[in-house]
């Protein structure tokens, strides 16, 4: 068995004395993991950053065999460790994919959204509403995706203000009434209507933070996000 593939590294890990173990996350095949022989070595260690694009080819005698990657790299992006920030998002986006997608299912949609993110920190002062539109469609991707087209009480479509942390579905600020204070924030910036402060993007976090943590994380392992999560969310507050 064997497939040719780019993807982004998602996590490394040592294996024995001279290898790594590696998971990969790649258009056509998914997250993936497999051995690099001599991945810990001087000359290869360097390649294995995560968030590092990688011209990939996997072999292995059976299809369930963990197998062995021969790596070559297509876009390193190591300067993001200049940038607190910017690599505090990679961190979390790596973080998170390695968290909830399930091994070896294609998300081909997901990945190259993934990829423009990526390429993305630390080029563009926006990027942080990028990243949080993600997180929306990473719930979308995996089957937990919010419905904010309509009020879940009346219909309407205007006004829209809160989402339900029941049922995932919006509602406008007059059917919300009192019980507006049990509900999330939906800032205009998760309805695709921007630019966004940083207080509606933290918003938005508190909310795909919500449905990540306690639906997707929970069904998946039942326990709570990555810490990288954690420390963007913390980081872009701060910012204010």
């Not at 339900?164 to 009434?177: E, N």
Request: net charge negative; aromatic share 6%.
């Amino acid at each position: 068995m064997d497939w040719r593939d780019v993807g982004a590294l998602l996590a490394v890990r040592t294996h024995g004395e001279t290898s790594a173990i590696i998971e990969v996350f790649t258009a056509d095949h998914g997250r993936h993991a497999g051995v690099v022989r001599g991945g810990a070595s001087r000359k290869t260690a360097p390649l294995l950053q995560p968030g590092a694009q990688l011209d990939l080819t996997w072999r292995a005698r059976l299809e369930d065999h963990i197998g062995t990657f021969t790596v070559e790299p297509v876009r390193s992006r190591a300067a993001l460790l200049s940038d607190r920030l910017a690599l505090a998002g990679l961190n979390a986006i790596c973080a998170l994919l390695h968290f909830t997608l399930p091994e070896r299912e294609p998300h081909p949609d997901l990945y190259a959204r993934s990829i423009a993110l990526l390429d993305t920190l630390g080029a563009a002062p926006g990027w942080p509403l990028d990243y949080l539109q993600w997180e929306l469609m990473l719930l979308e991707e995996l089957g937990y995706g919010l419905d904010l087209t309509g009020c879940a009480v009346s219909g309407s479509r205007e006004d829209l203000a809160y989402v339900s942390p029941k049922t995932g579905r919006a509602v406008s600020r007059d059917a919300a009434g009192d019980w507006a204070n049990r509900l999330l924030p939906l800032p205009p910036c998760l309805l695709g209507q921007g630019p966004a402060s940083g207080s509606e993007i933290a918003d938005g976090l508190r909310t795909t933070g919500y449905f990540l943590e306690h639906r997707l994380a929970y069904d998946l392992r039942g326990r709570g996000l990555p810490e990288a999560r954690r420390r963007l969310v913390d980081m872009l507050a701060r910012q204010g």
